[in-house]
């Protein structure tokens, strides 16, 4: 073979290369590698808990789990959670978003959050369902109980108040309210006799 020829070859292969080379922009640019403190992430959660004798105290759905691993806790986003403390309570909690924090055993629940607590109808006291709409409640597993130091609306069957904040044990069904407001409209008055 020809080394004039090769000579050539190796010319076009050096101009390819210096082309190609131009029209990459620099690669002595720096890649920016940085970490995430993310661990996991699940869409559409289902969780049930069960306690030693087999039976639910819990079930939990969400859209959207996110598991941070530098202060360990998880975000929530569309939670539902449906909790049995005993046998004769049963409590309803939706939030947008919540914020389960396990070193403190502690949910923060917030934007929409609607919290409703009923009694099994087979127990003599049987009330109405009880509505709590807030824009954050704070749960304490430990202690069962749920709190606010926000204002909320209270809503059952008919009657309807408003307090500052509310602290509530799901074991026993108890509710303390802190400033209630509340708002009365009696029934138009008539003019009519007596007799």
Same mark, same amino acid.
């Given at each position: 073979?020809?080394?004039?020829?090769?000579?050539?070859?190796?010319?076009?292969?050096? $101009?390819?290369?210096? *082309?190609?080379?131009?029209?990459?922009?620099?690669?002595?640019?720096?890649?920016?590698?940085?970490?995430?403190?993310? #661990?996991?992430?699940?869409?559409?959660?289902?969780?049930?808990?069960?306690? #030693?004798?087999?039976?639910?105290?819990?079930?939990?759905?969400?859209?959207?789990?996110?598991?941070?691993?530098?202060?360990?806790?998880?975000?929530?986003?569309?939670?539902?959670?449906? *909790?049995?403390?005993?046998?004769?309570?049963?409590? $309803?909690?939706?939030?947008?978003?919540?914020?389960?924090?396990?070193?403190?055993?502690?949910?923060?629940?917030?934007?929409?959050?609607?919290?409703?607590?009923?009694?099994?109808?087979?127990?003599?006291?049987?009330?109405?369902? $009880?509505?709590?709409?807030?824009? #954050?409640?704070?749960?304490?597993?430990?202690?069962?109980?749920?709190?606010? #130091?926000?204002?909320?609306?209270?809503?059952?069957?008919? !009657?309807?108040?408003?307090?500052?904040?509310?602290?509530?044990?799901?074991? !026993?069904?108890?509710?303390?309210?802190?400033?209630?407001?509340?708002?009365? $409209?009696?029934?138009?008055?008539?003019?009519?006799?007596?007799?």
């Amino acid at each position: 073979m020809n080394t004039r020829f090769l000579f050539v070859i190796s010319l076009l292969i050096a $101009m390819f290369a210096v *082309w190609f080379y131009k029209n990459q922009g620099d690669l002595d640019e720096i890649l920016n590698m940085s970490t995430t403190n993310i #661990e996991y992430e699940a869409t559409d959660i289902l969780a049930v808990q069960t306690n #030693e004798e087999g039976v639910a105290e819990y079930s939990l759905t969400a859209d959207n789990l996110t598991h941070y691993s530098d202060q360990n806790f998880d975000k929530l986003v569309a939670m539902k959670l449906n *909790w049995r403390p005993s046998s004769s309570q049963n409590v $309803m909690i939706n939030a947008d978003e919540a914020v389960m924090y396990h070193e403190q055993s502690k949910v923060v629940m917030t934007n929409n959050v609607l919290f409703s607590s009923q009694s099994d109808a087979n127990t003599q006291a049987a009330k109405p369902p $009880m509505k709590l709409v807030a824009s #954050e409640l704070i749960g304490d597993l430990e202690q069962n109980k749920v709190f606010s #130091e926000k204002p909320i609306k209270v809503t059952q069957a008919n !009657n309807s108040f408003e307090s500052s904040s509310f602290v509530a044990d799901v074991n !026993n069904g108890e509710y303390e309210f802190s400033n209630v407001a509340v708002t009365f $409209m009696p029934p138009a008055r008539r003019d009519v006799p007596l007799f």
